[in-house]
């Protein structure tokens, strides 16, 4: 299958400081990406979708202003968690997919945050 | 209401005991259903997939699906299982008409004793 690389794995930072992750299709060409977080013991949930050039549509009750999407190529996507506090501790995951609707959505290995 | 459900949250198993876990969707018209596993401490990996055509699938690691339209379901099975399949298992709905968006089940911890 293709390959998505997300990073950083994992990443601890200071409460009020912001995080950056990236998402990264390596083999195709993805024009959209999907970004979820997962508490643990549960299940994935959808954040956003974003379309390559264009803004992200986010799920309701995710706060667009605390977690920026940009998906500026076909190739990357970043997520930033802005002025996070220790509530946003989770594990955060993207998906890639090229558009079509016959092929599955590939994932990233998920980026592990820790607000201290 | 949860839109794609998993009805059984754990389940505990000795080692080649048959294995079938449920999840049936709400949703109607066109969609695409998936079953992914995650390894404790790795990543989402997708098991087997079903779009079209044959509505018994067959995965990876002796993994097989079943899609009932009628009953809105997409039951995981598995003859035999190894300690190796403990893991969570997530059922997930992908509907056309939604922007090809994935939603998840609420997963199902599988224990397998050897």
């Known amino acids: 299958g293709a390959v998505v690389s997300q990073h950083p794995s994992w990443v601890i930072c200071k409460s009020g400081t912001s995080v950056k992750i990236e998402c990264r299709s390596l083999?195709?060409?993805?024009?959209?990406m999907f970004w979820y977080r997962q508490f643990p013991k549960q299940s994935l949930m959808l954040m956003a979708t974003s379309n390559e050039g264009s803004k992200a549509t986010y799920e309701q009750g995710v706060e667009k202003d605390k977690f920026l999407i940009n998906h500026a190529s076909l190739t990357l996507s970043t997520l930033t968690v802005t002025s996070a506090h220790p509530e946003d501790s989770s594990f955060y995951i993207c998906?890639?997919?090229?558009?079509?609707?016959?092929?599955?959505?590939?994932f990233g290995q998920g980026t592990r945050l820790t607000v201290v | 209401a949860q839109s794609v459900s998993q009805h059984n949250h754990h389940v505990i198993l000795s080692e080649a005991a048959s294995l079938e876990l449920g999840c049936n969707y709400s949703?109607?018209?066109?969609?695409?259903l998936f079953w992914y596993v995650q390894y404790p401490g790795q990543h989402l990996q997708l098991l087997l997939k079903y779009f079209s055509g044959d509505p018994l699938v067959k995965g990876i690691k002796g993994f097989e699906a079943e899609f009932i339209k009628s009953k809105f379901s997409f039951n995981l099975r598995k003859p035999s299982v190894q300690w190796s399949d403990t893991a969570e298992y997530f059922c997930a709905v992908k509907r056309r008409a939604a922007g090809n968006k994935l939603t998840f089940g609420g997963g199902t911890r599988v224990l397998v004793k050897p």
């Open positions: 083999d195709f060409q993805a024009t959209t």
């Open positions: 949703y109607g018209g066109t969609v695409n």
């Open positions: 998906s890639a997919s090229n558009g079509r609707v016959d092929t599955e959505a590939f």
